[in-house]
């Protein structure tokens, strides 16, 4: 065995091979995978070894001997360190192919029947890469006296301060910078867990692409009315703020930025998000995608391939505030949106009512019970985007009972979509998957699939 003549701090040289699913680089020593954080395809890496496993061993670049010519300088390594903006280190162009072989790897890997690679087409990318998140969820420490927003660091507990990432808009960027002088001047400071002072936990700020109305949620540790005295100087400073949550939490130790004891603090409940021409109505947990450029691609696309006709009864599972429902309600007769969470649902309910939607039912479930529940002979198509743990066998199960025509599958994490392809593929044919690039800038790799009955 090769790894145990190796120990943790030895000197080897690795040509990298591949990308693997969190945009580390992979190469083989004597046939060992090695893993290797941001080293690229075709680079000769001198690395030092730092854990070994009986299959692979992880190490970390001391010197790149070869360089990948589309290698670019780190210009932020704190946030390359906490995964914020992780694939930096490579050109915008290559890092859609590479996110794109991420995708026919994982395929590679758990698709026993071969999906021929023609099939995996061209990743969809974005022209403007930066500042395309509207949302951000940032914990907040005290250091050195001050209140800093911030990240963990990959696979550990380091807190690493950041306040501008080039990945969020930049008005977000400027709230948090805002929100960190404004604690600090009202004295208002980050919960410290071993001595029990201050309040604050975290705050998620959630900016409207099309509208710019902005959603400013705090996690508190307990009841402090000098957040509203916060609040009220941020929304002066930025009028876009148009509602302010406080959320109430015991729970010290989670990393959570919603519970169910909350208060409005100041304005509307929702903000308005408009996409397609229809406006969305988001709670501060309602799910919404993070990239409203690439989401309305997204959802054209499913659109596209689905190409359903008017007696169509659809499931638009895992339906959040139910875009997807939006998108395909004039092609079709009926669609069921099934979506666990109540907030999500509130905003699906408030969304297709405003927007004069009335052949989609929203029904709050679990996507499985719903269709164990589902009274309904014929679904003639059903679209999937579910979380990252994607469908699962038990659920896929209940799928293969109703035997939809079609399958439009959207999914962010290309080895769930893969365990499920297989599945899938007893009764279905692959026809085409789609990846796009949702989160430039990280090794995330969003994708749609278009299954057939076979
Ligand atoms: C990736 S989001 C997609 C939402 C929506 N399709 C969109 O594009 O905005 C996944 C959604 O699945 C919901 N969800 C998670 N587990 C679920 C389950 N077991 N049954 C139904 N919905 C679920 C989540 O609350 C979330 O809103």
Request: proline share 5%; net charge neutral; with cysteine.
């Amino acid at each position: 065995m090769i790894n145990e003549k190796l120990n943790i701090g030895d000197v080897i040289d690795v040509l990298i091979k591949k990308i693997g699913i969190n945009g580390e680089g992979i190469g083989y020593y004597c046939k060992l995978a090695c893993f290797v954080d941001h080293a690229l395809p075709d680079e000769l890496v001198e690395i030092e070894i730092t854990e070994i496993f009986p299959t692979r061993i992880i190490g970390k670049i001391i010197t790149i001997k070869e360089k990948n010519p589309d290698r670019l300088e780190v210009l932020y390594p704190d946030y390359d360190a906490c995964g914020a903006y992780n694939m930096q280190h490579i050109t915008y162009p290559k890092s859609l192919e590479l996110k794109r072989d991420i995708l026919i790897n994982s395929i590679h890997h758990y698709v026993k029947n071969r999906i021929p690679y023609a099939k995996i087409k061209p990743m969809i990318g974005m022209e403007e890469p930066l500042g395309y998140r509207n949302k951000v969820s940032l914990p907040v420490r005290k250091i050195d006296g001050k209140n800093k927003f911030g990240l963990y660091a990959k696979g550990g507990n380091e807190f690493i301060p950041v306040n501008d990432t080039p990945v969020q808009h930049p008005r977000i960027n400027e709230i948090i910078q805002a929100l960190e002088v404004l604690l600090d001047t009202f004295k208002f400071h980050a919960y410290i867990q071993k001595d029990k002072s201050g309040y604050l936990k975290s705050v998620v700020i959630r900016r409207s692409h099309s509208t710019g109305e902005t959603q400013v949620s705090f996690l508190l540790i307990e009841k402090f009315k000098d957040i509203s005295l916060v609040a009220e100087k941020l929304v002066e400073m930025f009028p876009e703020i148009v509602s302010v949550f406080a959320f109430y939490t015991k729970q010290y130790k989670e990393q959570i930025f919603f519970t169910t004891d909350y208060e409005k603090i100041y304005g509307k409940a929702t903000i308005n998000e408009r996409i397609n021409g229809q406006i969305f109505s988001l709670y501060p947990e309602s799910f919404f995608q993070l990239n409203t450029v690439m989401a309305d691609i997204f959802y054209n696309k499913m659109r596209e391939l689905a190409n359903l006709s008017e007696n169509d009864v659809v499931i638009d599972a895992y339906a959040g505030s139910a875009p997807i429902s939006h998108y395909i309600a004039k092609d079709v007769k009926k669609v069921y949106a099934i979506e666990i969470d109540q907030r999500s649902v509130q905003s699906a309910i408030l969304s297709l009512k405003r927007n004069q939607i009335q052949n989609v039912t929203v029904l709050q479930s679990d996507f499985t019970k719903a269709l164990k529940n589902l009274e309904v002979d014929t679904i003639d198509a059903m679209f999937f985007d579910p979380p990252r743990t994607g469908l699962g066998y038990d659920t896929i199960k209940q799928v293969l009972k109703f035997k939809p025509k079609k399958i439009i599958y959207g999914s962010c994490n290309p080895s769930t979509l893969a365990k499920d392809l297989n599945d899938l593929m007893q009764i279905y044919e692959v026809k085409e998957i789609i990846p796009m690039d949702m989160f430039p800038y990280t090794p995330l790799v969003e994708s749609i699939s278009l299954l057939v009955l076979k």
